[in-house]
């Protein structure tokens, strides 16, 4: 398209504030939600924790996949934490930090070997922490 030698080429309009009032409304209504996440916490600022990081190993001594793994400190009477062992039978857990004493153990309900025997769970591991450190531990089937 060519333009006539007399004439000027148009402004483009700008865009009046009403039009901008409807995304700005949004982020408002949306903001609540984002409050709580992530995406507005300030780096380095999380709360200090310790992590447990486990190993479930099987009656051959290979890492199992799939064992629900429980976890309660030494006081409380009923677990507090439930996790799952990965394909490398390896679970984590992200504890308080300060001074603690924790139970682990494996819950076997329906876990079976892979030749169909039931598998009988070992002793429960107890894991001392003391402030952010982080505890090994495995725990072993039979």
């Keep these: 398209m060519t333009i006539p030698s007399g004439d000027q080429p148009r ?5 009046p504030f009403r039009s901008l ?3 700005i409304l949004i982020l408002m209504a949306c903001a ?3 409050q709580g996440s992530s995406l507005l916490q300030v780096p380095g600022r999380e709360k200090p924790y310790a992590l447990i990081f486990g190993t479930v190993w099987g009656p051959d001594d290979r890492p199992v996949y799939g064992v629900k793994v429980r976890v309660r400190r030494v006081n409380d ?3 507090r934490w439930e996790l799952y062992s990965d394909h490398n039978g390896e ?3 992200r504890v ?4 603690m004493d924790y139970l682990v153990w494996a819950d076997l309900k329906g876990i079976k070997s ?3 025997k039931q598998l009988q769970r070992g002793p429960e591991v107890t894991v001392h922490i003391d402030n ?6 495995g725990l072993h089937l039979k």
């Design 21 to 23: 009032l409807l995304p």
């Design 91 to 93: 679970f984590a857990l």
């Design 77 to 79: 009477k009923k677990p």
């Design 132 to 137: 952010d450190e982080r505890a090994d531990i």
């Design 114 to 116: 892979s030749d169909g």
């Design 11 to 15: 402004p483009q309009p700008v865009l």
């Design 96 to 99: 308080p930090a300060g001074t």
């Design 32 to 34: 609540p939600l984002v």
